[in-house]
């Protein structure tokens, strides 16, 4: 890397997402992609959202990864916000009804303010979309990239070796 500038940011409505959104920094880290990580809650601090999202691509951010429970208005407000690419992640918190309504308030977004949503609690899957994008343009994070997906080919050639030999 050239930079160590946050091209990523990770976001979150609540302290007790951390545990689950960190595993989008563990891939971030992985491909050497750098990044930012805090709690911004669109319902219990809206003027901090609002700041975040506003100043996001004036600080360098590319992208910004949004996880969020319950009525999860966190990463469609930062879309509605910024131009920069918002990447939902539905969390099936304390508060959510396992997930679906996390999953459906972020994915059921109006027309013109897209949020590329994962699955549930696929933060893992948000940091490697979200290194894809930066890979388009830094070619060492392309190469971790490739990287990583002969690893998961390799892994899966493992698998079916050891499933042959059970038969
Ligand atoms: C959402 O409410 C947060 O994203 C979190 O998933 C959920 C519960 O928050 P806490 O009550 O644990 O702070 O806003």
Known sequence: MTTTKPLVGIIMGSDSDLTLMSAAGEMLKQFGVP?????VSAHRAPDRML???????????QIIIAGAGGAAHLPGMAAALTTLPVIGVPIKSS????????????????SGVPVATVGINGA?????????????????VAK???????????????????VSAQQ
Not at 35 to 39: D, F, G, K, P, S
Not at 51 to 61: D, H, I
């Open 124 to 140: 893992k899957n948000a940091g490697i979309l979200a290194a894809e994008i930066v890979a388009l343009s830094q070619p060492d």
């Open 95 to 110: 508060n959510s009804i396992d997930g679906i309504d996390s999953l459906l308030s972020i994915v059921q977004m109006p």
């Open 51 to 61: 700041e975040y999202a506003r100043t996001a691509l004036s600080r360098g951010l």
């Open 35 to 39: 990044y930012e990580i805090t709690v």
């Open 144 to 162: 971790a990239l490739t990287e990583y997906k002969s690893q998961l080919k390799a892994n899966v050639e493992a698998s079916a070796k050891t």
